[in-house]
């Protein structure tokens, strides 16, 4: 069983961070488009690639409010939203961490203070700033780094504690007059959502990469140019090969597969091992392996050459036999 005491504390942090993350994206775009051109004497202009991109990065936001609502009015019991979720934070670690290394980079550099010169204090753009002026001005970036690194860590934990009291659904079967259960597998409409939300998370995955590494190379050499001969579909498998290795290796699960309420196990019905996850993984890149879903055995090439299954889990009080 889970200490309630656990769900409380990150349900209580998550809340916090949740509506610093919305607040942030309302007050952000007011002050960034309305504000500061209005204190510098110009006329608003609003950058809609800009605008889009700040508004897709609230769609997580939002499903995370959603899950947390739903969470804790269900008195801690339906977690699949929350899970997804913290799922998602969980396998942008590497990304999320490089933009706070990227952003700490610049901030100790001359680089940033002559950004922030000409960005902010564009009178003063050749003067040095002082030590107070500095402040000011950092103090609001350093406060979205604080709450990606406790959102992070928040997430990784809750992860693991939400996860860890799953257990298999089971299914009476008879067979030559003997009856046992068997795991109940995953419904071939079930694994193409899967497939589905985890392709829509690869790409965005990818993107993030995309810019994370523009933004380094552009701070580096000032252009990106030759950033551009980047070959994107090498981008995307490379992603699409961390993602499955990464979350399946750690967790047994996708993001997809905590909405379905699902996971990755082995034919005992146990977590796979690090060699099976890399071989399913592998596998994954077999022409036609994607079209699982119209398979009626309801496994892929992926499945059945690394013995693995994609089975429905439940809380254990909630445990069926059916």
């Given at each position: ?10 349900s209580?942090?998550l ?10 994206y309302i ?6 488009y309305i ?6 004497h110009k ?5 809609f690639h800009n ?7 609230q769609i997580?936001?939002?499903i ?8 804790v009015k269900?008195k801690?019991?339906?977690?699949n939203i929350?899970?997804f ?12 961490l490089g933009w706070v ?7 100790v ?7 922030i010169?000409s960005?902010f204090?564009?009178v003063?753009h050749?003067?040095n700033?002082t030590?107070n ?7 609001p970036?350093?406060?979205p780094?604080?709450?990606t690194?406790i959102?992070?860590?928040?997430c990784w934990?809750?992860?693991f ?6 257990a ?5 079967t008879?067979?030559d007059g ?6 109940r597998?995953l ?5 193409f959502?899967?497939q ?5 998370l690869?790409?965005?995955?990818t993107?993030s990469?995309?810019?994370?590494v523009?933004?380094?190379y ?5 252009t ?7 070959d ?10 961390y993602?499955?290795?990464f979350?399946e ?6 993001a ?16 796979p091992?690090f060699?099976q996850i890399?071989?399913r993984?592998?596998c994954r890149f077999?022409?036609?392996?994607a079209?699982i879903f119209?398979d009626?055995?309801?496994?892929g090439?992926h499945d ?14 909630e445990?069926e036999?059916?």
């Amino acid at each position: 069983m889970r200490s309630k005491n656990s769900e409380t504390t990150i349900s209580i942090i998550l809340a916090l961070i949740l509506v610093y993350y919305f607040n942030s994206y309302i007050f952000g775009t007011l002050f960034n488009y309305i504000l500061i051109p209005y204190l510098l004497h110009k006329q608003p202009q609003l950058n809609f690639h800009n605008l889009l991109f700040s508004t897709l990065n609230q769609i997580p936001i939002v499903i995370g409010i959603i899950g947390l609502i739903v969470f804790v009015k269900s008195k801690y019991k339906k977690n699949n939203i929350l899970r997804f979720y913290m799922a998602f934070i969980v396998v942008m670690t590497p990304i999320d961490l490089g933009w706070v290394f990227y952003l700490i980079n610049r901030i100790v550099s001359n680089q940033f203070q002559s950004s922030i010169t000409s960005e902010f204090l564009p009178v003063a753009h050749h003067a040095n700033l002082t030590t107070n002026q500095i402040f000011i001005i950092l103090a609001p970036r350093l406060i979205p780094l604080s709450s990606t690194i406790i959102n992070t860590v928040v997430c990784w934990y809750g992860l693991f504690i939400l996860s860890k009291n799953k257990a298999l659904v089971l299914q009476d079967t008879e067979q030559d007059g003997k009856n046992f259960y068997l795991m109940r597998v995953l419904k071939p409409i079930q694994r193409f959502f899967n497939q589905t939300i985890d392709l829509i998370l690869i790409i965005y995955l990818t993107l993030s990469v995309t810019n994370l590494v523009k933004a380094i190379y552009i701070s580096k050499k000032g252009t990106a140019e030759s950033l551009f001969e980047i070959d994107s579909l090498t981008s995307f498998l490379l992603v699409f090969f961390y993602y499955y290795l990464f979350m399946e290796g750690i967790f047994g699960f996708t993001a997809a597969k905590c909405i379905t309420s699902s996971m990755v196990v082995t034919e005992a019905g146990e977590k796979p091992g690090f060699l099976q996850i890399l071989g399913r993984t592998i596998c994954r890149f077999i022409p036609m392996d994607a079209l699982i879903f119209l398979d009626k055995k309801q496994r892929g090439w992926h499945d059945a050459i690394s013995n693995t299954y994609v089975v429905e889990v439940v809380e254990a009080e909630e445990q069926e036999f059916d």
